[in-house]
């Protein structure tokens, strides 16, 4: 199997700044894409950033210039730099991850998700 772990998470004033990070370990052959999603309280979970396997990225209009998403491709981990955060910021994050496994089956996989607090 495959499992994936954020840590980062944590609370912090508006204005100020998080890393969020997404560890997938398991039966990986490779990963595809990579994402970050966030669900506020009430609201539906949305699509934060994505990153494809060669690095290409797209974010929600709402983190534009604040949200930066990267990965180390060897390490089979991601990453999202949070900046100027804002109390709407506020949610769990969840990472995705679509891995083509050992097993030779391709499958998308979810975090458990990680809490951020943004405080005004």
């Known amino acids: 199997q495959v499992q994936l772990v954020e840590s980062g998470g944590g609370s912090v004033q508006a204005g100020g700044s998080l890393r969020l990070s997404c560890a997938a370990s398991g039966s990986i052959f490779s990963i595809n894409a990579m994402g970050w999603y966030r669900r506020a309280p009430g609201n539906e979970l949305e699509l934060v950033a994505r990153?494809?396997?060669?690095?290409?990225?797209n974010y929600a209009d709402s983190v534009k210039g604040r949200f930066t998403i990267s990965r180390d491709k060897t390490q089979n981990t991601m990453y999202l730099e949070m900046n100027s955060l804002k109390p709407e910021d506020t949610g769990v994050y969840y990472c995705d991850a679509d891995v083509f496994t050992r097993y030779g089956s391709s499958l998308r996989f979810w975090g458990q998700g990680t809490q951020v607090t943004v405080s005004s």
């Open positions: 990153i494809t396997s060669g690095g290409s990225t």
